[in-house]
């Protein structure tokens, strides 16, 4: 090395810390990103920490939690009437669907069952709080990649949906309408009639969203390949419902199962996806509103007469016992594990709420993705707030 | 890769925005327009409880029943007139005090149903928020109030049997 | 605003300020439990569009909004980040407790993890009652909050002093522009 003078020296020294700056500066770094607790991308209270390296998600977790309410413990200190109303409030956009897993466990313990026209009922207004709650996300799902008007739209036509389940219920939201051993009351007159005129004006909704939605390049562009959960892992990490039938598994209670609902009257296809992306899930929701309407055209003409209601003491005593009953309910499979023990109220009740599962997911499915697809992703998987946290 | 569409997203919403303005002209908007006109609830609708006094006997058993515990009542057993003349008088639960917490109430109905006499029935108002919490507590006068706006029960669908 | 703050507006001026603030009030977009999908269904659907009230439902950040609309249950652990949300926000601000859960924990009044009641947290302006409440009566909580804006003082506001309407200020400082009357002395002079 040849031998410098001192400004030169300086110079050298200057030179040298600058490409250390320079390299400093280009060098990434991993950061934290926070989103949540409140963030109107994850419709309602989830929190989820991303680390990322540049724009690409290293490591997520999802925090569940800020919604606890405690419904387990709360089932215990309240009869069984009062359970009804208050399961309600687990996914609160398909609520009547809640109510009926947790009815039908306790007729299996009582050994009874609802007369034909209630279970008619029943499936119709299941059906009705499936089209409520998925017409909804279908809504949302443009709302996430920047599109307003759907949202707009399903409002408009998800109105009908709810004055449809007040006008029989009473309830907008929470209907508590089921009983042990039937309903509340019958429906109210004229009811009939106008569901058939919802039903075909939410069919126009589901063509429009297929045609303005589905059909757009930047909604499939972005949903197309991303997010990608093939079938066995989708298993594996106790997926149900769309979720699970979009990678691929065809698997659906409604038609598997044999309960004391109707489902079985009705025709209607179950349909899979094989890709397992964003776009499948969504596209299979979009599916299933439709078959929905169809279950419920078909049911509704064939009510039987009858009663609503069978023969129940009016102070329901649930004799000692255990039950598990499920049901495909919009998010998923859901399920109530009701243990009783001869008094007013069950002794305990586990819930099994399919968002919760679906939830479980995302540190899998969110490894590797770029930060814009976090939104789209979890728009995809929809889940519910109350449904995860409980 | 995403198939390319024939007609490009950009027009078909415009398309779309298009069809609505014209279906808006041709049928009326979609609005409510909220304080000039107020739309009807269905007659089932769970808006407020609505007390009918006389029919109430200081029972407990709504209160009992509430998951929220959200009824107050209070009573006294008094001794009434006869109803036929030379008949001993009879003991009667005279209603003090009927108060439901709004503020808490859940709406869930199970007191309308569990009422053996028809003293409560379901009314679908639904203005009456307050700027004090403590004005939500609505006692029995308030209460009784609320029977104008109670509908008729509605007729029931075809095939329905009469409990 | 020196003279908002020092309650020395001329009060047609305050009148015409409060009629401003009271129609253009953009609100939170705040969602927490079922609340929230009927606050949705009042600010994003057709059929009620809370628009037409004045109310923009565009922020989504509180460091632009006026209103906030607590919807829903209000859980321990989500307890601090309201808080901190309404701590962001510039005054003057308004909350609007909506349900039962908010207004005083509603169908969780026994639960462990449950705040029971929002105001034990931030102030609230309006409560509305419902389980959840109608879209319509949300818009009639936000009609009630306008029109208690219209008659706010907002000096008082100012100072942290609680709700008090112009006519009430306005008699107070005329009761106290007038001499006090001259006491009643019954029987002899003062005690010694």
Known sequence: MTVLNERQQLSYIAAQAADARLNVELETEGMTLNIGPQHPATHGTLRIIARLDGEQVVWAEP???????????????????????????????????????????????MEIEAPPRAQYI??????????ANVSLFLGDLGVQMGAITPVFMAFRDREYVLNLIEGATGGRFHPNFDRIGGLKDDLPKGWIAETKQ???????????????????????????????????????????????RASGVDWDLRRDQKNAMVWDQADFKVWTHPDGDSWARCWIRLQETREATKIVDQLIDNIPAGPVMTKVPRIIKVPAGEAWVSTENPLGEMGYYVVSKGDLGPFRVKIRSASFNNISITPWVLKGVYVPDIITILASLYFILGDIDR | MPSKPKVPGLIKGLGVTMSTMFRTLKDGANTVQYPHEKETPPTRARGVIALHEDNCTACMLCSRSCPDWCIYIEGHKQLAPPRRAGGKPRQVNHLDRFDIDYALCMYCGICVDVCPFDALFWSPEYEYSEPRIADLLHDKTKLGEWMETVPEAPELEVGAQKK | ???????????PLTKLFNMGRSYSMWVYQWGLACCAIEMGAAFGSPRYDVMRLGVIPLPASPRQADLVVVSGTVTDKMAPAVKRLYEQMPEPKYVISMGSCANCGGPYWDSYSVTKGVDQIIPVDVYVPGCPPRPEA???????????????????????????????????????????PEPIVVGGGPIE
């Open chain 1, 63 to 109: 925090v569940a939690g800020y919604m606890h309410r405690g419904y387990e413990k709360l089932t215990e200190v309240r009869t069984f009437p009062q359970v009804t109303a208050l399961i309600n409030r687990i996914d609160w956009l398909g609520s009547f669907a809640n109510e009926v897993p947790f009815i039908l466990a306790a007729e299996q313990l």
């Open chain 1, 122 to 131: 029943r499936t119709i207004l299941f059906e009705l709080s499936r089209i």
């Open chain 1, 198 to 244: 919802v039903m075909k004006k939410l069919r126009t909704f589901c063509d429009e969203i297929e045609d303005l939605l589905f059909g757009n390049e930047i909604f499939q562009s972005r949903t197309r390949g991303v997010g990608i959960i093939p079938a066995d892992v989708a298993k594996s990490y106790g997926m149900t419902g769309a979720n699970l």
């Open chain 3, 1 to 11: 605003m020196g003279l908002v703050d020092r309650g020395r507006m001329p009060a």
């Open chain 3, 138 to 180: 949300l818009l009639e909580g936000i009609v009630l909050l306008q029109q208690r804006i219209k008659n706010e003082d907002m000096a008082a506001k100012w100072r942290n002093e609680e709700f008090t309407t112009l006519q009430k200020t306005a008699a107070l400082e005329k009761a106290k522009s007038q001499p006090a």
